[in-house]
């Protein structure tokens, strides 16, 4: 690569050719996910849009093809909280190899009751966080015969006050959504972190990187219909936050540049450039109870044992 385009300033608005790679995202039907299909979508890549309910991955690829001319898109069937599925899914993948996956995805529930899969597990910590882990599995092979795989995990600025309580992290004894939810972020964000860590101890090509959003408001976001309608009474109230947050489509900024960039590496944390909030991205500090070896390596064996996977999950 030559030193003029190293230095090139990023620009989300003239995102680098992707022709001839394939890249999955996870919940690629709709919020963030489905910012994140429609910009990588442009680059001219394969983009297959991960989603349990095929009629809303259908209304997501008919708005992604209406706005990118000849856009290369497809629906994976795909329920994070299926864990036994998982394995069957990525065989219907049908690729020799993936170039990279976006680990987005995700459960938020405002109100109690706790939930749970029908595995047993709570709801929002097996599909945001098991699930996952469970996937990465599968997808191993494919992402290991790609010229420098990614894997890139989508977090949230609800994990930087949150701590994880390895003893609880399904919220048996004490369940609160709000932070359930944040926990499960946090538990995405220091698997990422630790991935990336296990992945350069064993040599291999594939990159974890993790980005988040900041503040991204659907209230804020802009019409994609049937996917997604603001009315104008929501925009208008939505104005003095534009302040500090934004939409959607500014929130897949971070994580459409975790993927493409040629310059960002493993173990990197990518969001928005004012106050993490909002902004194009840039990359930041990885907070140190997300680095912290010693938690993410437990909570490494504890999701290998709930989710009934190798531990290794296929990178060896």
Avoid at 136 to 151: E, K, N, Q, Y
Avoid at 182 to 202: I, V, Y
Avoid at 218 to 227: A, F, G, Y
Avoid at 282 to 308: C, F, K
């Amino acid at each position: 690569m030559s030193s003029a385009a190293q230095t090139r300033p990023w620009n989300v608005h003239r995102l680098p050719s992707a022709e001839g790679r394939t890249f999955l995202v996870t919940g690629g039907n709709a919020g963030i996910g489905y910012f994140v299909a429609e910009q990588l979508a442009a680059t001219g890549a394969v983009v297959v849009l991960g989603s349990r309910d095929a009629a809303k991955a259908d209304a997501a690829m008919a708005s992604i093809r209406s706005r990118v001319i000849g856009a290369h898109v497809r629906h994976l069937r795909l329920d994070l909280a299926d864990l036994p599925s998982l394995k069957t899914a990525v065989d219907g993948l049908d690729l020799d190899r993936l170039d990279a996956v976006v680990h987005n995805a995700g459960v938020a529930l405002d109100d109690p009751p706790r939930r749970e899969t029908g595995d047993g597990h709570e709801l929002m910590f097996a599909t945001n966080h098991l699930g996952h882990f469970s996937l990465t599995r599968w997808l191993a092979p494919l992402l290991s015969a790609a010229p420098g795989g990614r894997i890139v995990t989508v977090g949230s600025f609800a994990a930087r006050s949150e701590r994880l309580d390895l003893g609880d992290l399904q919220s048996d004894r004490d369940y609160r959504p709000k932070r359930t939810y944040g926990r499960s972020k946090l538990a995405q964000m220091c698997f990422g972190f630790e991935l990336d860590r296990r992945l350069r101890a064993g040599g291999s090509t594939v990159l974890s990187v993790v980005a988040h959003p900041g503040g991204a408001l659907d209230s804020l976001t802009p019409s994609r219909p049937p996917v997604h309608v603001p009315t104008p009474g929501e925009r208008l109230r939505a104005l003095p936050a534009g302040l500090l947050v934004q939409g959607k489509d500014a929130g897949a900024w971070p994580v459409v540049r975790a993927v493409l960039d040629p310059d960002v590496q493993g173990g990197q944390l990518w969001g928005p450039r004012v106050f993490g909030l909002r902004g194009t991205p840039r990359r930041e500090p990885v907070p140190a109870h997300m680095a912290d070896p010693d938690v993410a390596s437990r909570l490494w064996a504890a999701s290998a044992e709930l989710a009934g996977t190798d531990a290794h999950l296929g990178f060896r």
